[in-house]
Nanobody, 111 residues
Framework: QVQLVESGGGLVQPGGSLRISCAASGISFSTAVMGWYRQAPGKQRDLVANMDSRGTSNYADFVKGRFTISRDNAKKMVYLQMNSLKPEDTAIYYC?????WGQGTQVTVSS
């Protein structure tokens, strides 16, 4: 069965950086499209970024130039490097692939 486990969330000051990770199991990771979504309280869950098996990435406009998605196929890991964080980036960040969601990791941007 497919399992996704996120880690690396936490509290960071505005302007700071954070990298979150997602460990995948039970899938053919090297061929999977991997994505990061986020959901703030009272808001819908939105796509943040995704990356296909060839390494082609796609970003939401609200993170372009600040966030970078990457993957390590050998380790079955996907990462989201978040720079220049803003308070409005505060949300639970979820890893997603093949109709499966991780449990999420909380990112809070606050002084």
């Amino acid at each position: 069965q497919v399992q996704l486990v996120e880690s690396g969330g936490g509290l960071v000051q505005p302007g700071g950086s954070l990298r979150i990770s997602c460990a995948a199991s039970g899938i053919s990771f090297s061929t999977a499209v991997m994505g990061w979504y986020r959901q703030a309280p009272g808001k819908q869950r939105d796509l943040v970024a995704n990356m296909d098996s060839r390494g082609t990435s796609n970003y939401a406009d609200f993170v372009k130039g600040r966030f970078t998605i990457s993957r390590d196929n050998a380790k079955k890991m996907v990462y989201l490097q978040m720079n220049s964080l803003k308070p409005e980036d505060t949300a639970i960040y979820y890893c997603y692939t093949s109709d499966v969601w991780g449990q999420g990791t909380q990112v809070t941007v606050s002084s």
